[in-house]
T-cell receptor, first 112, second 115 residues
Framework: KQEVTQIPAALSVPEGENLVLNCSFTDSAIYNLQWFRQDPGKGLTSLLLIQSSQREQTSGRLNASLDKSSGRSTLYIAASQPGDSATYLCAVNTGANSKLTFGKGITLSVRP | NAGVTQTPKFQVLKTGQSMTLQCAQDMNHEYMSWYRQDPGMGLRLIHYSVGAGITDQGEVPNGYNVSRSTTEDFPLRLLSAAPSQTSVYFC??????????????FGAGSRLTVL
């Protein structure tokens, strides 16, 4: 059974810092991996999707990498801002029909 | 473009009552799904559908029923609510159920409390 781990559960950084959020998964036979953002009381917003054949994806200040063989993904946030404060979740797709397995998320707080 | 719309946003039920959480999408998405989010447990898949008339179980289907009579709608029914079903429920959809191509769009969530 696929398990997705995100450590630490919470992170607090000063504004402007570059930071890395980690995600690990136990079964390397994945179709893709997604990073989501969730603001308090809101739904999830997809940030980046990396196909199994890709190594990384970039969107603005965000860069996500994937190392399938080691079961790891990282989300790099450059020049963090208070508006980046949210919970970041990674999810892997290991089967047909888009059944995602989610990590529990990392709650990020960026201090002004 | 409304995206994925969930109603109601909040609901309080008594144990044993039944209710339906509504989910509608206007993007002509083939794939729709229901997740529940609980503290310390993350999001878990309840049921999903790959097209009208086709549904299947996810990780935690017990106590829930779904149907997909149209492409747009995917309601989640609680047959006899239990306190263990207190949770935040999210509906999500994607253009294709092809695992290699999809990006999920989530609704804003429905917060359910069962007393």
């Amino acid at each position: 059974k696929q398990e997705v781990t995100q450590i630490p559960a919470a992170l607090s950084v000063p504004e402007g810092e570059n930071l890395v959020l980690n995600c690990s998964f136990t079964d390397s036979a994945i179709y893709n991996l997604q990073w989501f953002r969730q603001d308090p009381g809101k739904g999830l917003t997809s940030l980046l999707l990396i196909q199994s054949s890709q190594r990384e994806q970039t969107s603005g200040r965000l860069n996500a990498s994937l190392d399938k063989s080691s079961g790891r993904s990282t989300l790099y946030i450059a020049a963090s801002q208070p508006g980046d404060s949210a919970t970041y979740l990674c999810a892997v797709n290991t089967g047909a029909n888009s059944k995602l397995t989610f990590g529990k998320g990392i709650t990020l707080s960026v201090r002004p | 473009n409304a995206g994925v719309t969930q109603t109601p946003k909040f609901q309080v039920l008594k144990t044993g009552q039944s209710m339906t959480l509504q989910c509608a999408q206007d993007m002509n998405h083939e794939y729709m799904s229901w997740y529940r989010q609980d503290p310390g447990m993350g999001l878990r898949l309840i049921h999903y559908s790959v097209g009208a008339g086709i549904t299947d179980q996810g990780e935690v289907p017990n106590g829930y029923n779904v149907s997909r009579s149209t492409t747009e709608d995917f309601p989640l029914r609680l047959l006899s609510a239990a306190p263990s079903q207190t949770s935040v429920y999210f509906c999500a959809s994607s253009y294709s159920f092809d695992a290699g191509a999809n990006v999920l769009t989530f609704g804003a969530g429905s917060r359910l409390t069962v007393l």
